[in-house]
């Protein structure tokens, strides 16, 4: 068998192929598939016959209940008299049942008629279909309305239907295929045609009696209902078989046709005009007519059962041809598998380790290499080809036949892929050395640039040139940030290096101070308790920074965007909400994936750079991000801050430096005013409690520095805490027309309560005058030559800003 098998896996598989159709092929010669389909056709014929025999017999029997049901509605029409009527409609109402039961019948046959049909035959049986949806419409209006219909339009409306459905006896004979089925088919139908002319006689001649005159018309149609039956029953006899004439001469007899033959006589002899001689009344013809086509219902009921068991015999034996060839055909079907089977072992064993190796290859050894690409020393010490041979593993090749060459082609494939893979790690790997080496000298010149910004603020005693010099300070902290998005998007980390943790409000403020319209930010409830871990603090000012750039660059110029934080359980939730038109639910969806799944650096990335680096950063340090539609208008977005990135309880919940205000819970704290000149500025409060006013101090953040040795901030006078240009003291932002004092931007009733949006710096540090430059005096310009010392500890974000040192008016040098 191993010899056999060997054997086998060298040959081609067009030869494997005609071994396996050379026993089924010749089987199926043998046993004469044609014979079979031919069987299997007539048998589908059969059961349609059987199928239109029995519709042909539903439309006769509801033919015969539409016949009566049509008299009785003449009788109703041409009553004389109340009581007359009365009986007839009882009459007509009773014909209902036996008629709606036979519609049902015929409705069933109807629906088993599936596969192909002639068109007029469809659109045959769609007339009759609408017809009888239609008949209660009709009885309705004759046992309510009768008055409204006469008795020509009552006969139409019942002829029609009854001459479709003759055409479906008629027509379903010509469907039968079976040339004896057809004959017996068509003799039922002729006995229904002859049928049907006695009934038009029966209602013609209850007319005539109920008018009492027989008109010339009258006497024409009445000759042309003899006429009609004379022709269907000689139709009849050229179709029918020896024993269904004979079935009909012995059933079609008895006093009721006697009777009617005498009725029929009398209205034959007599001529137009006035009906004097006749003998019988409407009801006593009405009812040998009634007897007469009883009759001939039995002819046609036998000769409808006779058909239905001929073709279902029929349909059994095609049946019986069926399985029997089918039988056959299957055991020589069997015999050739089983010796094919050892044939196609071969061929399934080769493609099964080819498909085998192939998955594999597909979901692990792919996806390894190029989890393996990601390593820059494999792009930088070898070539994309070296690396393609040491990491792709090739499938064995087992044969020499089709399918070893097949798992050649798919080893060069792979091969190939892993070496594709290779130069595209590359590429992206110089690529991303190209965007961290320019984000690294723009970086350094941005520096240089704020530097020279700082110092030539140092000297400035202009304030509008002074104001001009904060914008572009604060375009520069701006351009910074983008080439931080630079290099977040190479892969790259930031140069600052942070040591200590900071609290969640300085990193808002931080990340507050690289917005453009950052007085448009507003502070809501923020957990005080909440603290950043060192490692992760430059990261969340950057994401932070990206949100608040987004809700306010996509929310109208007057609005405001609203920022709480709060803690929950072990994590915390931060909540960044605009007042912008909001996004459709659609391309909602789509940006939470985007912020779930960072995409790959492409085109489409430098055009919404901030979703993908907050995106980046998110995944960096397990901080999920969602946006969400606001309560009522604009969009929020939901920053889940992990555990991994806060800092305990324990460490989170220290006490105060010496000389800061002890802030507590989640209600801001009011700061108390010096009442003695401080040697040394200490951390303030970063959101201080309302003043007098209502509103948040500018600039209540801990950007003041230290001062130097000796000093003693004075309390009144040009530069005093009171005095012109100082704190709270006219022009000052707390002044009069200041930032925060009456009249000004953040006057009461002006932004909510807790506003800082004038507090925050470019440079991540909180100062006074940031947004709202002072006008220089003689006391202020000498306050502004001191160079009090920041604590880095208050900052917050320290490596967000620029590294400590000497500032001038409470501003801290360029890195």
Same mark, same amino acid.
């Given at each position: 068998? +191993?010899?056999?098998?060997?054997?086998?896996?060298?040959r081609?598989?067009?030869?494997?192929?005609?071994?396996?159709?050379?026993?089924?092929?010749?089987?199926?010669?043998?046993?004469?598939?044609?014979?079979?389909?031919n069987?299997?056709?007539?048998?589908?014929?059969?059961?349609?016959?059987?199928?239109?025999?029995?519709?042909?017999?539903?439309?006769?029997?509801?033919?015969?209940?539409?016949?009566?049901?049509?008299?009785?509605?003449?009788?109703?029409?041409?009553?004389?008299?109340?009581?007359?009527?009365?009986?007839?409609?009882?009459?007509?109402?009773?014909?209902?049942?036996? @008629?709606?039961?036979?519609?049902?019948?015929?409705?069933?046959?109807?629906?088993?008629?599936?596969?192909l049909l002639?068109?007029?035959?469809?659109?045959?049986?769609?007339?009759?279909?609408?017809q009888?949806?239609?008949?209660?419409?009709?009885?309705?209006?004759?046992?309510?309305?009768?008055?409204?219909?006469?008795?020509?339009?009552?006969?139409?409306?019942?002829?029609?239907?009854?001459?479709?459905?003759?055409?479906?006896r008629?027509?379903?004979?010509?469907?039968?295929?079976?040339?004896?089925?057809?004959?017996?088919?068509?003799?039922a139908?002729?006995?229904s045609?002859?049928?049907?002319?006695?009934?038009?006689?029966?209602?013609?001649?209850?007319?005539?009696?109920n008018?009492?005159?027989?008109?010339?018309?009258?006497?024409?149609?009445?000759?042309?209902?003899?006429?009609?039956?004379?022709?269907?029953?000689?139709?009849?006899?050229?179709?029918?078989?020896?024993?269904?004439?004979?079935?009909?001469?012995?059933?079609?007899?008895?006093?009721?046709?006697?009777?009617?033959?005498?009725?029929?006589?009398?209205?034959?002899?007599?001529?137009?005009?006035?009906?004097?001689?006749?003998?019988?009344?409407?009801?006593?013809?009405?009812?040998?007519?009634?007897?007469?086509?009883?009759?001939?219902?039995?002819?046609?009921?036998?000769?409808?059962?006779?058909?239905?068991?001929?073709?279902?015999?029929?349909?059994?034996?095609?049946?019986?041809?069926?399985?029997?060839?089918?039988?056959?055909?299957?055991?020589?079907?069997?015999?050739?598998?089983l010796?094919?089977?050892f044939?196609?072992? @071969?061929?399934?064993?080769?493609? +099964?380790?080819? +498909?085998?190796?192939?998955?594999?290859?597909?979901?692990?050894?792919?996806?390894q290499?190029?989890?393996?690409?990601?390593?820059?020393?494999?792009?930088?010490?070898?070539?994309?080809?070296?690396?393609?041979?040491?990491?792709?593993?090739?499938?064995?090749?087992? !044969?020499?036949?089709?399918?070893?060459?097949?798992?050649?082609?798919?080893?060069?494939?792979?091969?190939?892929?892993v070496?594709?893979?290779?130069?595209?790690?590359?590429?992206?790997?110089?690529?991303?050395?190209?965007?961290?080496?320019?984000?690294?000298?723009?970086?350094?010149?941005?520096?240089?640039?704020?530097?020279?910004?700082?110092?030539?603020?140092?000297?400035?005693?202009?304030?509008?040139?002074?104001?001009?010099?904060?914008?572009?300070?604060?375009?520069?902290?701006?351009?910074?940030?983008?080439?931080?998005?630079?290099?977040?998007?190479?892969?790259?980390?930031?140069?600052?290096?942070?040591?200590?943790?900071?609290?969640?409000?300085?990193?808002?403020?931080?990340?507050? @101070?690289?917005?453009?319209?950052?007085t448009?930010?507003?502070?809501?409830?923020?957990?005080?308790?909440?603290?950043?871990?060192a490692?992760?603090?430059?990261?969340?000012?950057?994401?932070?920074a990206?949100?608040?750039?987004?809700?306010?660059?996509?929310?109208?110029?007057?609005?405001?965007?609203?920022?709480?934080?709060?803690?929950?359980?072990?994590?915390?939730?931060?909540?960044?909400?605009?007042?912008?038109?909001?996004?459709?639910?659609?391309?909602?969806?789509?940006?939470?994936e985007?912020?779930?799944?960072?995409?790959?650096?492409?085109?489409?990335?430098?055009?919404?750079?901030?979703?993908?680096?907050?995106?980046?950063?998110?995944a960096?340090?397990?901080?999920?991000?969602?946006?969400?539609?606001?309560?009522?208008?604009g969009?929020?977005?939901?920053?889940?801050?992990?555990?991994?990135?806060?800092?305990g309880?324990?460490?989170?919940?220290? &006490?105060?430096?010496a000389?800061?205000?002890?802030?507590?819970?989640?209600?801001?704290?009011?700061?108390?005013t010096?009442?003695?000149?401080?040697?040394?500025?200490?951390?303030?409060?970063?959101?201080?409690?309302?003043?007098?006013?209502?509103?948040?101090?500018?600039?209540?953040?801990? !950007?003041?520095?230290?001062?130097?040795?000796?000093?003693?901030?004075?309390?009144? !006078?040009?530069?005093?805490?009171?005095?012109?240009?100082?704190?709270?003291g006219? &022009?000052?932002?707390?002044?009069?027309?200041?930032?925060?004092?009456?009249?000004?931007?953040?006057?009461?009733?002006?932004?909510?309560?807790?506003?800082?949006?004038?507090?925050?710096v470019?440079?991540?540090?909180?100062?006074?005058?940031?947004?709202?430059?002072?006008?220089?005096?003689?006391?202020?310009?000498?306050?502004?030559?001191?160079?009090?010392?920041?604590?880095?500890?208050?900052? !917050?974000?320290?490596t967000?800003?620029?590294?400590?040192?000497?500032?001038?008016?409470?501003?801290?040098?360029?890195?």
């Amino acid at each position: 068998m +191993r010899g056999l098998v060997g054997y086998l896996r060298d040959r081609s598989i067009g030869f494997k192929l005609g071994l396996i159709m050379l026993v089924p092929t010749l089987a199926t010669v043998v046993v004469g598939f044609g014979a079979l389909a031919n069987n299997i056709g007539t048998a589908h014929d059969a059961d349609r016959a059987r199928i239109l025999a029995g519709l042909s017999g539903d439309a006769g029997l509801l033919v015969h209940d539409l016949q009566d049901e049509r008299a009785a509605a003449i009788m109703v029409l041409t009553a004389k008299d109340g009581d007359t009527q009365k009986t007839a409609t009882a009459t007509y109402n009773g014909l209902f049942k036996a @008629s709606d039961g036979a519609s049902k019948d015929y409705t069933t046959h109807r629906a088993a008629l599936t596969g192909l049909l002639p068109p007029s035959f469809r659109a045959l049986l769609s007339s009759i279909d609408d017809q009888l949806g239609s008949l209660p419409t009709l009885r309705q209006q004759l046992v309510n309305g009768g008055s409204q219909i006469i008795p020509s339009t009552a006969t139409f409306r019942y002829g029609n239907l009854i001459s479709s459905l003759l055409a479906i006896r008629d027509s379903s004979s010509q469907l039968a295929g079976d040339s004896a089925l057809s004959y017996e088919m068509r003799a039922a139908a002729a006995i229904s045609q002859a049928k049907e002319y006695q009934s038009e006689e029966r209602i013609e001649v209850l007319q005539i009696l109920n008018a009492h005159e027989l008109k010339a018309k009258d006497e024409h149609d009445f000759i042309g209902t003899l006429t009609g039956q004379d022709q269907a029953l000689a139709a009849f006899k050229v179709v029918a078989t020896p024993a269904q004439q004979a079935l009909l001469n012995q059933l079609i007899a008895g006093p009721d046709l006697r009777e009617a033959q005498l009725y029929q006589n009398q209205i034959s002899a007599a001529g137009p005009g006035v009906l004097n001689a006749i003998s019988f009344t409407p009801e006593q013809w009405d009812n040998a007519m009634v007897g007469w086509a009883n009759l001939m219902r039995k002819v046609e009921q036998r000769i409808d059962d006779q058909t239905v068991a001929d073709a279902t015999a029929l349909r059994d034996r095609a049946q019986s041809q069926v399985y029997l060839y089918s039988g056959l055909l299957a055991g020589l079907v069997l015999v050739a598998v089983l010796i094919a089977w050892f044939v196609a072992r @071969s061929m399934a064993r080769s493609l +099964r380790e080819l +498909r085998h190796g192939a998955l594999a290859v597909a979901q692990y050894g792919l996806p390894q290499a190029v989890a393996r690409l990601r390593d820059p020393a494999l792009s930088t010490q070898m070539s994309p080809h070296e690396v393609a041979m040491q990491i792709a593993e090739p499938l064995p090749v087992r !044969g020499r036949d089709e399918f070893g060459q097949v798992t050649e082609a798919f080893n060069a494939v792979h091969l190939e892929a892993v070496r594709t893979a290779a130069e595209q790690a590359a590429l992206r790997s110089s690529v991303s050395t190209m965007f961290i080496n320019l984000a690294r000298r723009s970086q350094i010149l941005v520096d240089r640039l704020i530097g020279h910004l700082d110092r030539l603020e140092r000297g400035e005693e202009d304030p509008d040139r002074l104001a001009e010099l904060f914008q572009l300070d604060h375009l520069a902290t701006r351009m910074r940030r983008n080439d931080e998005n630079l290099l977040v998007l190479a892969g790259a980390d930031s140069t600052r290096v942070q040591r200590e943790p900071a609290a969640l409000i300085d990193v808002l403020r931080a990340a507050q @101070s690289e917005v453009e319209h950052y007085t448009r930010i507003e502070f809501g409830v923020i957990d005080r308790d909440i603290e950043v871990a060192a490692h992760a603090v430059n990261d969340l000012v950057h994401l932070v920074a990206e949100l608040f750039d987004n809700a306010t660059a996509f929310s109208p110029p007057d609005s405001t965007v609203i920022v709480e934080a709060r803690r929950v359980g072990d994590r915390s939730v931060l909540y960044v909400e605009d007042h912008g038109i909001g996004i459709s639910p659609d391309q909602l969806a789509e940006l939470n994936e985007r912020l779930a799944t960072p995409p790959m650096v492409d085109v489409a990335v430098s055009r919404m750079m901030g979703l993908v680096v907050v995106a980046r950063l998110a995944a960096r340090h397990g901080v999920k991000v969602e946006l969400r539609p606001a309560p009522e208008r604009g969009t929020v977005a939901d920053v889940l801050l992990p555990t991994s990135v806060l800092v305990g309880r324990a460490v989170a919940g220290r &006490g105060p430096t010496a000389g800061t205000p002890l802030v507590r819970d989640m209600q801001p704290s009011r700061p108390a005013t010096p009442t003695h000149p401080r040697t040394s500025f200490t951390p303030l409060a970063l959101e201080s409690g309302p003043t007098a006013g209502g509103r948040t101090p500018a600039g209540a953040g801990s !950007g003041f520095g230290t001062a130097p040795t000796g000093y003693v901030a004075p309390t009144s !006078g040009a530069g005093g805490f009171n005095g012109p240009g100082g704190f709270a003291g006219p &022009g000052s932002v707390n002044g009069p027309s200041g930032y925060n004092g009456p009249g000004g931007y953040a006057a009461p009733n002006s932004t909510p309560a807790g506003s800082t949006a004038a507090a925050p710096v470019a440079d991540g540090r909180y100062r006074r005058g940031r947004t709202s430059p002072v006008r220089p005096t003689a006391a202020t310009a000498a306050a502004r030559t001191r160079t009090p010392t920041a604590n880095p500890a208050s900052v !917050g974000p320290a490596t967000r800003c620029r590294s400590a040192g000497p500032a001038t008016g409470g501003r801290s040098t360029a890195s």
